[in-house]
Nanobody
Framework: QVRVIESGGGLVQAGGSLRLSCTAS????????MGWFRQAQGKEREFLTA????????YYASSVKGRFTISRDDVGNTVFLQMNSLKPEDTAMYYC???????????????WGQGTQVTVSS
């Protein structure tokens, strides 16, 4: 019953920035832990970052720490992924997921968005 929808993907040059957003709606209406993953062509899905239901705790993969920042809007149950200093290897389909608690594994999330494509050109 929870619907997760991402948006904000697009084409950006290397070194540029992009901001993704994700909204989880329906279900119980209570805040959920939410995370961001990505999957590049020919590769497995990769955990990027996650934020707890309260917004007080965050996890970052080493590959994006210092470049990507996750935040959430407590009122609207919306999370954002600010991506700076983008590299061509960041090109992937980016997915937002929601679950009962903060996790760095796909199995920790019950609800997934459809994905939004991010392409970084050199």
């Amino acid at each position: 019953q929870v619907r997760v929808i991402e948006s904000g993907g697009g084409l950006v040059q290397a070194g540029g920035s992009l901001r993704l957003s994700c909204t989880a709606s329906g279900g119980t209406g209570t805040p959920l832990a939410m995370g961001w993953f990505r999957q590049a062509q020919g590769k497995e899905r990769e955990f990027l970052t996650a934020v707890s239901w309260s917004g007080s705790s965050t996890y970052y993969a080493s590959s994006v720490k210092g470049r990507f920042t996750i935040s959430r809007d407590d009122v609207g149950n919306t999370v954002f992924l600010q991506m700076n200093s983008l590299k061509p290897e960041d090109t992937a389909m980016y997915y937002c997921a929601a679950g009962p608690s903060l996790d760095n594994s796909e199995i920790g999330y019950d609800y997934w968005g459809q994905g939004t494509q991010v392409t970084v050109s050199s």
